[in-house]
C-alpha cells in the first residue's frame, strides 16, 4: 500500500514567488508544510490525498502498453558497515 498526497499551493507576489527544487530536496528527511509556506509567503489552497495498491493490471500495463518489463521490488536493502565498496567484508582489526 502506498500513500500519495498532493498540496496546492497559492504563490506570494502574485504568482512571482519561486522555490528552487534543490531547495525542497535538500531538506526533505525534516520538511514541514508550516514552516516551508511560512518561509516563502505560500498558503495551502488545496489537498488530495489516495492510496495504491499493486495488482495484475500493472503488470499488463507495463508488458502490453509500455512494453517492458515490470518491476519486482522486494525488502530495502540495508546498509553494512562491515562489508567494503568491492562487496568484500572488511578486515575485524586493523593496523593503522
Aim: avoid cysteine; glycine fraction near 8%.
Amino acid at each position: 500500500m502506498h500513500r500519495y498526497i498532493f498540496v496546492a499551493l497559492l504563490q506570494g507576489n502574485d504568482g512571482a514567488q519561486t522555490v528552487q527544487p534543490e531547495t525542497v530536496l535538500a531538506n526533505l528527511d525534516n520538511f514541514s508544510l508550516r514552516q516551508f509556506t511560512s518561509e516563502h509567503n505560500m498558503a495551502v489552497a488545496g489537498m488530495s490525498f489516495f492510496r495504491s495498491e499493486w495488482n495484475k493490471s500493472v503488470d499488463t500495463f507495463y508488458t502490453e502498453v509500455l512494453g517492458a518489463k515490470p518491476p519486482r521490488y522486494g525488502v530495502p536493502l540495508t546498509f553494512d558497515y562491515n562489508v567494503g565498496k568491492d562487496g568484500n567484508r572488511l578486515p575485524k582489526y586493523e593496523n593503522i
